[in-house]
């Protein structure tokens, strides 16, 4: 079957670093995707690694590791506006349609 | 302007009662696909399109149906609601090879008595 693994929840203090995890087991992979979800609101995209290694982007990096299936987003000098759900999704067809984790609830204390 | 718009962005109705949401898009993808969203389970797919002639079931389809009436326009209906139908529920578009990046509408937050 077709599983992809992420923490419910995570907390961390504004300024700091947080790593967020998604790990998955697929038939096939074309890619994977983070998106960020604020509540209510609709998933914006964040990055997308299709080949091993780290992608950077400001604040925001992305890691993959096909062989492990496996994938962390880290996030830089947390801001309080960075609490959201965080969306780990696999692109695993023929016809690219996207597997979804449940997301990881972040909260930024001050 | 928005890319994906959704139609109804709110909507509260009694169980039994047929309800349509529609979504539109501009940025002149062949592919559309509903998702619902509840609590702890994340997005879970209904249908997708892949062109005006194309549907297809996804993961939940019980209970929906969809109408593609142009490449543009993608419209979901619970023929007959019930309270488990209450979820948030998503449009999306884009997703092919060329571009495997989806691109979401602002969601319509239905609830049903």
């Known amino acids: 079957g077709q599983n992809i693994d992420q923490p419910t929840e995570m907390t961390a203090t504004e300024g700091a670093i947080v790593q967020i995890n998604c790990t998955y087991q697929?038939?096939?992979?074309?890619?994977l995707f983070w998106y960020q979800q604020h509540a209510g609101e609709a998933p914006t995209f964040l990055s997308y690694?299709?080949l091993d290694g780290l992608e950077e982007k400001g604040r925001f990096s992305s890691f993959l590791s096909r062989s492990k299936g496996y994938s962390y987003l880290l996030l830089k000098e947390l801001q309080m506006k960075d609490s959201a759900s965080y969306l780990c999704?696999?692109?695993?067809?023929?016809?690219?349609?996207?597997?979804w984790g449940a997301g990881t609830k972040l909260i930024i204390k001050p | 302007d928005a890319d994906v718009t959704q139609t109804p962005r709110n909507r509260i109705t009694k169980t039994g009662k047929r309800i349509m949401l529609e979504c539109s898009q501009t940025?002149?993808?062949?592919?559309m696909y509903w998702y619902r969203q509840d609590p702890g389970l994340g997005l879970r797919l209904i249908y997708y399109?892949?062109?005006?002639?194309?549907?297809n079931k996804g993961e939940i389809s019980d209970g929906y149906s969809v109408s593609r009436q142009a490449q543009a326009k993608f419209s979901l209906s619970l023929e007959s609601a019930i309270p488990n139908q209450t979820a948030l529920y998503f449009c999306?578009?884009?997703?092919?090879?060329?571009?495997?990046?989806?691109?979401f509408g602002p969601g319509t937050r239905l609830t049903v008595l």
């Open positions: 999306a578009t884009g997703g092919d090879r060329l571009n495997n990046e989806q691109f």
């Open positions: 690694n299709v």
């Open positions: 940025k002149g993808h062949d592919r």
């Open positions: 399109s892949f062109d005006v002639k194309d549907i």
């Open positions: 999704a696999v692109s695993a067809d023929s016809n690219y349609q996207l597997i």
């Open positions: 697929t038939s096939g992979f074309n890619g």
